[in-house]
T-cell receptor
């Protein structure tokens, strides 16, 4: 079955630095991968989608890369701010095309 | 354009009881998915409805059932509640399979 891993449960960085979160997957070649932000007690909020034929995608201070050879996506937040503190989830579409498979998430804490 | 709304926001039930959770999808979205999120975990896919038909199901027992209505709103029903059913239940709507999902704020279910 498809498996997706976010290999850091928690990441602590200082304001202004770049946060880099990692997502690895196995047993599958997804057509695309998505990143979501989730605040405590709230539903996930969509951030970015990157397709298998795209190497990189940017949105304001966010950047996502997708390496289908390594089966890995990296999510970067540049010039991080305390307001960026949240849990970030990566997700890929299952083979049937009916469901998102989520990683456990990485909780980012940005200190001022 | 209204977002995804879920009701109730919090619920406490006794083991063995039955519960119904409700979701109004975002305007124009014909696909609704339900996820269960235990504390510290990523969301896990329960099932998806597309145009009132179940379109995919995750690894959940038959006591988890659902409905989608002509206006694309949806219900999740859970029978014979168990303590392990305590979780955040998330509803997500989308306009198709290969697009981003829009999540509601979730229903926090506690089974005692």
């Amino acid at each position: 079955s498809q498996k997706i891993e976010q290999n850091s449960e928690a990441l602590n960085i200082q304001e202004g630095k770049t946060a880099t979160l990692t997502c690895n997957y196995t047993n599958y070649s997804p057509a695309y991968l998505q990143w979501y932000r989730q605040d405590p007690g709230r539903g996930p909020v969509f951030l970015l989608l990157i397709r298998e034929n795209e190497k990189e995608k940017r949105k304001e201070r966010l950047k996502v890369t997708f390496d289908t050879t390594l089966k890995q996506s990296l999510f970067h937040i540049t010039a991080s701010q305390p307001a960026d503190s949240a849990t970030y989830l990566c997700a890929l579409l299952n083979q049937a095309g009916t469901a998102l498979i989520f990683g456990k998430g990485t909780t980012l804490s940005v200190s001022s | 354009e209204t977002g995804v709304t879920q009701s109730p926001t919090h619920l406490i039930k006794t083991r063995g009881q039955q519960v119904t959770l409700r979701c109004s999808s975002q305007s124009g979205h014909n696909t609704v998915s339900w996820y269960q999120q235990a504390l510290g975990q990523g969301p896990q896919f329960i099932f998806q409805y597309y145009r009132e038909e179940e379109n995919g199901r995750g690894n959940f027992p038959p006591r988890f059932s659902g409905l989608q209505f002509p206006n694309y709103s949806s219900e999740l029903n859970v029978n014979a509640l168990e303590l392990d059913d305590s979780a955040l239940y998330l509803c997500a709507s989308s306009s198709g399979t290969y697009t981003e999902a829009f999540f509601g704020q979730g229903t926090r279910l506690t089974v005692v």
